[in-house]
């Protein structure tokens, strides 16, 4: 399971930091490309699971979902890829580049 092994790699990263602050997670925010498999759901339950007897239990893990960028060949425009409405935002072109997904990141974490 995809979202077990990002579980267990954020909460190590999120007690190494609380261990060296001497502080107590309350929240952490993770962002990942539109692409990326991972199901929040899944990662939460994950998350929970990992998380039970350290000091990261019962604090909130949100996922941020980072949308595709995309370039319209025929004008120009930047915009943010749809894979339920494929064209350009502007003229409606559908020849466009995509640009690459954004990575797996934790973003912040938040301390009491």
């Given amino acids: 399971m995809h ?9 190590s990263a999120i007690v190494a930091q609380a261990a ?4 107590k997670p309350i929240s952490a925010k ?5 692409l990326n498999p991972i199901n929040d759901e899944v990662l939460n339950f994950a998350f ?3 998380a039970r007897g ?3 239990e019962q604090m909130k893990l949100e996922v941020v979902h980072i949308p595709l960028k995309a370039t319209c060949k025929r004008c120009g425009e930047n915009f943010d890829f749809d894979i339920y409405s ?3 935002a502007n003229c ?3 020849d466009f580049e995509i640009g690459p997904d954004a990575p797996l990141l934790l973003e912040e974490i938040e301390f009491k």
């Fill in 3 to 11: 979202e077990t092994m990002v579980a267990e790699s954020i909460l």
């Fill in 20 to 23: 060296e602050l001497n502080a």
């Fill in 30 to 34: 993770i962002s990942c490309g539109q």
């Fill in 48 to 50: 929970e699971a990992a």
């Fill in 54 to 56: 350290t000091v990261c």
């Fill in 86 to 88: 494929p064209a350009c």
């Fill in 92 to 94: 409606e072109s559908e």
